[in-house]
């Protein structure tokens, strides 16, 4: 299993396919995400632990435990924890391409975008 670090958590890859890819994600309280897009592939968020807060285009809604969402190819998101314990949400991603590459980066806290990319909705 691959497992990752960064600024805002861990994420462990649990499966991979050609198609698909399921994801353990665990964000640290106070932390989130970047506002990001893909263009090859859907995510399909499930809470497991904590409360998550979801960004999806220019709509906000919070999930808790044993609820999901859907973040459709080519829609900004972000997730975040606005909790005082770690959110774990598993991620299941499909689409033809699901390389970590895959991702635009429009704002984020850890200056992993290079330049901030003006978010523009069509």
């Known amino acids: ?8 958590g861990t994420y462990t890859v649990l499966e ?3 198609n698909y890819k399921i994801k353990r994600i665990e964000v640290h ?9 893909h263009h090859h ?4 968020w499930i809470v497991v632990s904590g409360t998550a807060k979801v960004t ?12 999901s969402t ?11 924890n606005p909790g005082v314990i770690p959110l774990i949400i598993i991620e299941v991603q499909s689409g033809e391409y699901l390389g970590e590459d895959d991702i635009i980066r429009f704002e984020d ?8 990319v003006p978010l523009v909705q069509a």
């Open 1 to 8: 299993m691959e497992t990752g670090e960064r600024p805002w």
């Open 109 to 116: 806290d850890y200056q992993r975008c290079g330049s901030t």
């Open 29 to 37: 309280p106070g932390q989130r995400l970047s506002l990001q897009m």
């Open 41 to 44: 592939r859907s995510e399909h």
């Open 56 to 67: 999806c285009g220019d709509k906000e809604a919070t999930y808790n435990i044993n609820e």
């Open 70 to 80: 859907f973040i459709p190819m080519g829609m900004s998101h972000r997730l975040e």
């Open 16 to 18: 991979e396919n050609k």
